[in-house]
């Protein structure tokens, strides 16, 4: 299966908000509810996000949020924090229970 | 608390076979609902899943893999397992183990991740 489809990077100033779009198909993102999102800082693991589309782990600031419509996932931080500035990945899973990944986005906090 | 942690050699030559194990503790492998996963990462690029095993020892693979892959489970060992045959140096990456809530589909649990480079 294809990698769903982000954009290389996104970039906002402190206090600002952002949104990053994953794009895949109807057999992935607009099949199923169960997308994810990712926070990895340089070096570390991945760090659960968001999970079932829109839900938030404990732990995760309410400043993170996301949604999605037909093949197409979304997540916005609001208020952008210094921390925020990380690589974000979604997924989803496919047809076969397969799972895919999106490219990834370096958000720049300016 | 569960945890993760990977395990295995850190250079591979080309044609031959990665082996990597992925060590649970703090809870048991067996409980839980979760699939228990492989992703890689190679450097400076994104995250690919490789497959994931259940506690029954059922699996999934990714289909560009599939056909040099064999993911097990040793629940006696509250481990489970990874290789990867015939590996050239585009299997070069970061590997991390990954619990995967069945539920819901997204990794909740991550190893720190070892790399493996494939060269001769």
């Known amino acids: 299966q294809s990698a769903l489809t982000q954009p290389a990077s996104v970039s906002g100033s402190p206090r600002q908000s952002i949104t990053i779009s994953c794009t895949g198909t109807s057999s992935d993102i607009g099949g199923y509810n169960f997308v994810s999102w990712y926070q990895q800082h340089p070096g570390k693991a991945p760090k659960l996000i968001i999970f079932d589309v829109d839900k938030r782990p404990p732990g995760v600031p309410n400043r993170f949020s996301a949604s999605k419509s037909g093949n197409t996932a979304s997540l916005t931080i609001s208020g952008l924090h210094s921390e925020d500035e990380a690589y974000y990945f979604c997924s989803s899973y496919t047809t076969s229970s397969a799972l895919v990944f999106g490219g990834g986005t370096k958000l720049t906090v300016l | 608390q569960v945890q993760l942690q990977e395990s295995g050699p850190g250079l591979v030559k080309p044609s031959q076979t990665l082996s990597l194990t992925c060590s649970v503790s703090?809870?048991?492998?067996?409980?839980?609902?979760?699939?228990w996963s492989w992703i890689r990462q190679p450097a400076g690029k994104g995250l690919e899943w490789i497959g994931h095993?259940?506690?029954?020892?059922?699996?999934n693979y990714s289909p560009s893999l599939t056909s040099r892959v064999t993911i097990s489970i040793d629940t006696s060992k509250n481990q489970f397992s990874l290789r990867l045959t015939s590996v050239t140096a585009a299997d070069t990456a970061v590997f991390y183990c990954a619990a995967m809530r069945i539920e819901t589909g997204a990794f909740e649990i991550w190893g720190r991740g070892t790399m493996v480079i494939v060269s001769s």
């Open positions: 095993i259940y506690r029954s020892g059922s699996t």
């Open positions: 703090g809870g048991s492998i067996i409980v839980g609902n979760y699939y």
